[in-house]
């Protein structure tokens, strides 16, 4: 795999990133572009085509899939590259995920507009996800102080991973206080209750698992793939309270299955997750399954996900260090998850959880909003069986 | 006689059914600007008192929506009081070469055989407007709107207001104030002018609009007077609309009327377009059965029309009284008024600008953009907002009927404030609305401050023009919290 440095890269294009994480990704699996039989490139908006890869990379007809599926682009890059060589079709293939956002001058994430007849919301993701901490508040009985240091403590532990990692935007550790003196952007949520906006690319190679040890003596095994497309129920549907994501639960009791998980908890060493907003992440330790629901609050503030934790969640820092080029995210997760089960990390990023015998990593992508979204799930492990 | 505008309308007119008013709607926009603020700010102009002032996202074509929602709810509007018409006048309107009324059409859901006309760019086109309503034959849908600002520490802003009125005009037993006679006096002369485009008129001399006003409605009054075959003792209550409050007092003080009804000027402003309307509402909501209206218009010469209100009266409630709009309005900062009106620019948050609206897509949807109308799945009720073909379980797809939601209530599930996302007015209040007997929308809510906001709060829909982009008003709806 490879994977650039996560910043403001004002210097670089989407072409220049593309090469460097790709160039890395060759390099790391020892194989030559030409070995290469088909290309998935997953970009949400910064290009358009198999072009613009075949054009960065001067591929050499070679067939080539642009892929987007909102925030889970560069995931559903790997999903599609690998079904694609379970079917047969091809040996060996590259994904690469990149996207160039502070190219547009403005904050956030801005979509595309697409031609409609102006009666859609026109909410910021702030906005939209700010509304989980009044109704999980509400709904579990946590007051707004515990629901405020459990959302800070997300941050600082996010910070204080990123902060050991040369890769990440974000590089230095913040105090529960700075989380909570920033300035309000939506609803309750502050600047550090907030992802940052990044450009990057992450790219990785992909072959059958029984070709694997062709190309290296460290292979990570691809153990569950799982994706689901919301139907925008929770939009309309008055019994939806904010406090859960339905695609997102129902998409772990599918990658659980596939990978023959029966107890997450007890059995996920690691997990990159999509902490787009701190009451995401909250969230998302339910919809997981790592705690009971009502009780991710308590399991936060006892540092069960901390990097010492006994499940560590986002070792890298995060969506909230690493910032969020869409297209390049899940991929960035996932290398996170190569590196800590082939126990490539810096010492001081490395967590306890493998050594104590768990084996799977898992890495989750959403896009979209409360109530509207995709979800994908990905079990990585270090072990063919 | 009987069928359009003459000079003066006389008994002859009813010798048919009864004709008359029907039903009336006032809308009030939500805030007030103290005008004790303006010197303060900018170092003249103001004054006493309050003005009403549109919200950001209103014009008088969302504002004449409001009015027009509020006069069908008190008219059997389903059977035998269905407007057949619809004129809609402002000196202010949103469009230029495309009809302004049409929008107020599809808001109300009107039958696309009923057609929809704009009056034309002038106080006087509202009286025209309901003077050829009364003097014709059917059922006719007035809406008469305007917002009226000036440049910051002028007359006009301080004494201006925003305001819209609207009438159902026809005949029959529902009749609650009945036409008995008008006439008009036509002047050509330099009094108010503004070319379009402009964003203030121009007055010439105050005094010499007066001098000219002045005689023209008292000629007007004394040939409306004969029209109707009444002598002016027999007028209860005379309501002007005039350019000032100033010429407006010294008409009603010459005609002899028992009582002059408050032409709102001290608290609402002069409401240009919109104030013959607003005018004959306040007389409407203070009349009893019996008495004698008459309606002075001083624009661009004079116009009186006189009614006797009847019997049914007495039973009329109207759907929102201007009495009770007065008391739930709020207050607003001298500078938000100038931003809101464009006098001032204000940094807008760094997100893009909206696109503009899809001309075809919105044609596709204008029972959901304009009138608010959802779908109910036939078999297990699901509301569906937007309205979708298909039912929640994807199995049946086309079984599906009308949600028309424009006048359901409902219930804040819960709600934020978004402080970064592109508004002409940020921060963006924002709620997920669960609408009384399902529906569940995730929707802004506008007229609203945050602390007033709770997880419960009630919630109506309100027509709102949510930016311009392209030069195409975006028009869709917002909810408000329900107040009074």
């Known amino acids: 795999m490879g994977c650039t440095n996560f910043v403001e890269n004002w210097g670089a294009s989407l072409d220049d990133m593309m090469i460097d994480a790709a160039n890395e990704a060759y390099a790391s699996a020892g194989v030559n572009k030409d070995d290469v039989d088909a290309y998935w490139f997953g970009t949400a908006q910064s290009a358009m085509s198999g072009i613009a890869l075949a054009r960065a990379l001067q591929l050499q007809n070679k067939p080539v899939t642009r892929v987007e599926n909102y925030c889970a682009t560069g995931s559903e890059a790997l999903r599609q590259a690998s079904y694609a060589l379970a079917s047969g079709a091809y040996d060996l293939c590259m994904v690469v995920g990149a996207e160039k956002v502070k190219d547009t001058g403005f904050q956030g994430l801005n979509a595309n507009p697409i031609p409609n007849d102006g009666t859609a919301r026109t909410l910021t993701a702030a906005a939209m996800f700010s509304m989980i901490v009044p109704a999980y508040g509400n709904k579990y009985g946590v007051d707004e102080e515990t629901m405020r240091a459990a959302l800070s403590h997300i941050a600082v532990k996010n910070h204080y991973n990123g902060a050991r990692n040369s890769r990440a935007q974000f590089r230095k550790e913040i105090t529960v206080e700075t989380v909570e003196k920033a300035p309000k952007m939506a609803g309750t949520l502050g600047l550090f209750d907030c992802a940052g906006v990044a450009d990057g690319s992450a790219a990785a190679i992909v072959c059958r698992a029984e070709d694997a040890h062709k190309y290296t003596d460290k292979p990570i095994y691809v153990k569950a793939l799982s994706f689901i497309a919301g139907n925008g129920g929770g939009l309309t549907d008055p019994n939806y309270d904010y406090t859960t994501f339905p695609e997102i639960a129902a998409c772990a009791v599918d990658a659980y299955a596939q990978a023959g998980v029966t107890n997450a908890r007890e059995q996920v060493a690691m997990a990159e997750v999509h902490d787009c907003f701190t009451p995401t992440e909250l969230l998302l330790m339910e919809d997981l399954q790592f705690s009971a629901r009502g009780t991710a609050w308590r399991d936060v503030l006892d540092g069960v996900f901390d990097l010492d934790g006994e499940l560590p969640v986002n070792p890298d820092g995060g969506l909230k260090s690493f910032g969020h080029p869409t297209g390049a995210s899940g991929l960035r997760m996932m290398f996170e998850a190569f590196l800590q089960l082939r126990g490539e990390v810096p010492e001081e990023r490395k967590i306890h959880s493998l050594a104590e015998g768990r084996k799977l990593a898992l890495t989750h992508n959403l896009g979209g909003y409360p109530g509207e979204m995709v979800s994908f799930i990905s079990l990585l492990g270090a072990e063919l069986d | ?484």
């Open chain 2, 1 to 484: 006689m009987g069928h359009g505008i003459a000079a003066a309308d006389g008994p002859s007119v009813t010798v048919g059914p009864m004709r008359g008013i029907i039903s009336w709607g006032a809308y009030l926009p939500y805030r007030r600007l103290d005008k004790s603020q303006i010197s303060v700010f900018i170092g003249q102009g103001g004054g006493r008192g309050t003005r009403a002032v549109a919200s950001f996202d209103e014009d008088t074509t969302s504002m004449g929506v409001e009015a027009a929602r509020l006069a069908l709810r008190g008219a059997d509007v389903s059977g035998a009081s269905a407007p057949e018409v619809v004129l809609f006048g402002t000196a202010l309107p949103a469009y230029a070469d495309k009809t302004n009324a049409t929008a107020i059409h599809a808001a109300l859901r009107l039958p696309a055989e009923v057609p929809a006309f704009d009056m034309g760019a002038s106080v006087g086109s509202t009286a025209g407007a309901l003077r050829l309503a009364l003097s014709t034959v059917g059922n006719r849908l007035v809406v008469t709107s305007d917002m009226r600002t000036g440049l910051a520490g002028s007359a006009d802003e301080a004494n201006g207001g925003d305001a819209a009125a609207a009438f159902v005009i026809g005949e029959g037993d529902g009749v609650v104030a009945e036409y008995i006679g008008g006439a008009s006096i036509t002047e050509e002369f330099i009094d108010r002018w503004r070319s379009p485009g402009d964003i203030r008129s121009k007055v010439w001399d105050d005094k010499f609009s007066e001098l000219t006003y002045v005689p023209a409605g008292r000629q007007a009054y004394k040939n409306a007077l004969e029209a109707a075959g009444l002598s002016a003792d027999q007028i209860d209550l005379v309501a002007v609309a005039a350019p000032t409050a100033r010429i407006g007092s010294a008409l009603a003080s010459k005609v002899g009327a028992a009582k002059v009804v408050d032409d709102l000027t001290a608290t609402i402003g002069c409401t240009g377009a919109a104030q013959p309307g607003l005018v004959l509402a306040n007389a409407l909501e203070n009349a009893e059965p019996g008495q004698t209206i008459a309606l002075v218009v001083l624009a661009d010469g004079a116009d009186v029309m006189i009614l006797r209100t009847t019997p049914a009266i007495a039973k009329h409630t109207p759907a929102r009284s201007i009495a009770s709009q007065l008391e739930s309005g709020a207050p607003l900062a001298y500078g938000r008024f100038l931003s809101w009106r464009g006098m001032i620019n204000v940094e807008p948050p760094r997100r893009p600008e909206p696109a503009r609206p899809s001309g075809t897509a919105a044609a596709r949807t204008t029972d959901w953009k304009f009138g608010f109308v959802g779908s109910r799945d036939s078999q297990t009720g699901d509301v569906f907002l937007p309205p979708m073909r298909v039912s929640s379980d994807g199995q049946r797809t086309d079984q599906m009927e009308d949600a028309p939601m424009a006048d359901v209530q409902g219930t804040i599930a819960t709600f934020t404030v978004d402080r970064m996302a592109y508004s002409p007015s940020p921060p963006i209040i924002f709620a997920v609305v669960d609408f009384d007997g399902g529906g569940r929308l995730p929707i802004e809510l506008t007229d609203t401050d945050l602390e007033e906001v709770a997880i419960g709060g009630r919630v109506e829909m309100t027509f709102r023009r949510l930016f311009t982009a392209d030069g195409i008003h975006n028009y869709f709806w917002k909810g408000k919290l329900i107040r009074g």
